[in-house]
């Protein structure tokens, strides 16, 4: 199995910037995909953004161009810079790691941080 621990989750001023991480360790081999999530109170879970092994990134649209999202295979953490931060970016972050099944039809491994609360201020 894998665990994940997360850091970085402070209490930010709107405008300012933040980098989040989230180490792993356990069965790191198995990793592929990586990715953060966030959920604000009163809504659900969403996909912040995520990286593969290759390093194909995608992201929501209400981050493009103000997050980053980086991982250090050697070191097997995965990052999150945020830049520009906005009050609607305020929720608990979470890290995920994916291992893939190696049989066809069977779903993926799924790993997830416990969550850092990010606030922002206005």
């Known amino acids: 199995q894998v665990q994940m621990v997360e850091a970085g989750g402070v209490l930010v001023q709107a405008g300012g910037s933040l980098r989040l991480a989230c180490s792993a360790s356990?069965?790191?081999?198995?990793?592929?995909?990586m990715g953060w999530y966030r959920q604000a109170p009163g809504k659900e879970r969403e996909l912040v953004a995520r990286i593969t092994s290759g390093g194909s990134t995608k992201y929501a649209d209400s981050v493009k161009g103000r997050f980053t999202i980086s991982r250090d295979n050697a070191k097997n953490t995965l990052y999150l810079q945020m830049n520009s931060l906005k009050p609607e970016d305020t929720a608990v972050y979470y890290c995920?790691?994916?291992?893939?099944?190696?049989?066809?039809?069977?779903?993926?491994?799924?790993?997830w941080g416990q969550g850092t609360q990010v606030t922002v201020s206005s």
């Open positions: 356990g069965d790191t081999i198995c990793i592929s995909a």
């Open positions: 995920n790691a994916d291992c893939p099944s190696l049989w066809v039809g069977v779903k993926s491994s799924d790993y």
